[in-house]
């Protein structure tokens, strides 16, 4: 018999209570003993819930209690969870949390108490929601130097995308849509400014190469500014356009960027559409790989906090390797890395175009008075300068090809 | 400083060494120490390679070397290899392998001696090449009841089947090309009569339910009677025809077949193309989740036994559960597993058509002369009684939707 406490029962935190409790035999079969929630932290009251005899209002309750041994944290922000998430570690427990915020700004010092306690510090719900990629990162592409990492890992946005493509309609159409449907927050800055995809790829990023990546000093762009031109464009030349994350190493230098950007049919994640994820990674020795699923949803989530579950039972006194250290990596600066990109201008002649870009490949314009092209490689100083010369500029995507 | 020895040095064999060569610094930073080969095991000589001083003859080395601690099994087959890895594993050490023959038919038993040993059998690359799919199994979907995984096995036959849609080119003429390019072998029975992907999927639903599937029980139909005008019918309903492996549960019972189907677009396995595999789980809590990647080829394979190597090192006093009992897995007999059916005829009037099969949905025909059309649900038993009543039936294929 294993003993669990759950801080914070809102969606993912109800879900995980549902996973533990649905699924209970197979659960118990794969850890080879009975999984048990003993309590649920949270302020509010849940009359006539299951839980309603379960809930405490005291972290300290938890934390005290040597009965418990796993903690799963679903509160999310990093304010008090990691006050609560660190004493737990520092009194023995194992820890599992879907918390993206708190995992990225504090990962490393939480895995290092762990490591110390010889308990775990788990987070495979931090990113890809449902999808197994922070486990099939730390304990499964470990022989191969990974070269880049390109993620779809916001689901609201590729909702919100998708449809844009799907249905013609506008980027504040749809986003109210979303809203409404309640895939989209009231306040949907986190998602469609790219901040929530930011946190993950600084993750990501963080365990392909073993250093802190601070989410501060990777470029973020978000989707706002995509227009339904935009994605007739991208048809035109085969592509769609999607809010990636990526990370990579070129010449042994990492550097990290969330951005729209146009992506061609045959590239693993064209096909990743509506609320899925997709996580694309290249390794030296196993070329491509993806990872598809649910990004978010409450079940789907809470599955991969329940999974981090068995895992911490089954190792609850034996510290399962990440390797994460808290140096800090440095990134490459945003104007220095290299990037290939569409363009969009007004009145503006093809002559005058490559007199500023070069050699430049033409795209059919589809909307009068404009000229539209795509560029060879170049760093993003070097466009921007380019760019900024363009005196009736109307847009600009990179390309992920 | 951990000392492994490799048996066997062909394709995958030699690709092993030269991951643990190349990523050296790599493992050695997610490993905590310094992995090498001390012994490959091999009948053959390789003058002038940079194995040559390693070579040994006699598996009794490697068995009697208490300095060795994992062993690699990449020969193939189930002789010798069984009693190679069964020796190795009962004095103690740990035995990583892409060896789908031996995993299929003694798994458990492997497993159990590595239980009792305290040691891990590890088999990542038997199954989806460099995909990580075992370890996703075993350690991430852990809190799910698994309903489906549906799988893209085999990148020969993939490969074929591919060519033969996009060129239009009959079935022998793209084998033909698969062996000269090397995709497919000279006897190419294990590929294309679905022999390759039927071990494949005894081993995923094995680990799936935690008992042994045996290989034997399990349905399995190759593509060798595909034709290119299948191909065209499948595209005029919006589909692919895929060699699929599939393992089931419906109502408790466990079902697992592997034959060719039509897959419609949309599904997550659609555009697994070319020699990539594609592996789609469908989990109780998680929903669709896809892994994809190369499933063959000297370094992906290679890259998912060094993985093993890792977490072999990692593990090697510790044995990480593997859930998967020798006990039989009760296959549900083929002829009672429900499926639906895309059927073409001759000569056979619709009427005829829908008095032997009842309600049915008309393809156009493409052929003269033919009839086509595609079934509702019914069991494989109620589907061959209705089938055999069609006096002049070309062929059949399930449908995956």
Known sequence: MCKVAVMGYGTIGSGVVEVLTTNKAVIAERTGEEVEVKYVLDLRDFPGSPVEKLLVKDYKVIVDDPEVEVVVETMGGVKPAYQFVKECLENGKNVCTSNKELVAAHGPELLQIARDKNVNFLFEASVGGGIPIIRPLTQCLTADVIEEITGILNGTTNFILTKMRDEGADFE???????????AERNPEADVEGYDACRKIAILTSLAYGKQVDYND???????KITVEDFKYADSIGATIKLVGTGKMTDGKISAMVTPVMIKAGHPLYTVDDVFNGIYVRGNMLGDSL????GAGKLPTAS????????????????????????????TDYKDVVNSFFVRAKDTSFDEITKIFGEVTKVDSLVDGETAFTTGKMTEGEFEDKYAKLANAVTRIRLAF
Not at 291 to 294: D, H, M, R, S, T
Not at 307 to 323: G, L, S, T, Y
């Open 218 to 224: 990777i470029y973020t762009e978000g989707i706002t």
């Open 304 to 331: 991969a906090v329940a999974a981090d579950v068995v895992e911490a039972v089954r190792n609850r006194h034996n510290n399962v390797p990440i390797i994460w250290s808290s140096d800090k990596q440095h990134v």
């Open 291 to 294: 990872f598809y699923g649910k």
């Open 173 to 183: 159409t749809v986003l109210k849509e979303a809203q409404e449907l309640g895939y």
